[in-house]
Nanobody
Framework: QWQLVESGGDLVEPGGSLRLSCIVS????????IGWFRQAPGKEREGVAC????????NYADSVKGRFTISRDNAKNTVYLQMNSLRPEDTGVYYC???????????????????WGQGTQVTVSS
């Protein structure tokens, strides 16, 4: 059974940092791209970042470029999202999911992703 579990969410002040983790089981991380998404109350889900199966290709939403970094450690079956210079508008539930490829179009759509995790809450507030 494929499973993705997110962790690392917390309450942080504006300008702070967090690192989210997405631990996968039931499939080989080597075979899939992983994407991070977020959803704020009353807003549509937004694709934040994705990383290819090899780790050589990454894509980011314009709203997080230069602040967030996605990385993966296939040996640990884990994908990370390092979030720096956090803003109140980064608040939301963050989810990870898998796809075959990482492209900016599929990240924006999210429709090709599956095996969604349960999410981890990130709150940026003073």
């Amino acid at each position: 059974q494929w499973q993705l579990v997110e962790s690392g969410g917390d309450l942080v002040e504006p300008g702070g940092s967090l690192r989210l983790s997405c631990i996968v089981s039931g499939f080989s991380l080597d075979d899939y791209a992983i994407g991070w998404f977020r959803q704020a109350p009353g807003k549509e889900r937004e694709g934040v970042a994705c990383i290819s199966s090899s780790g050589r290709l990454t894509n980011y939403a314009d709203s997080v470029k230069g602040r967030f970094t996605i990385s993966r450690d296939n040996a640990k079956n884990t994908v990370y999202l390092q979030m720096n210079s956090l803003r109140p508008e980064d608040t939301g539930v963050y989810y990870c999911a898998k796809d075959l490829v990482c492209t900016i179009l599929t990240l924006k759509s999210g429709s090709k992703y599956d095996s969604w995790g349960q999410g981890t809450q990130v709150t940026v507030s003073s």
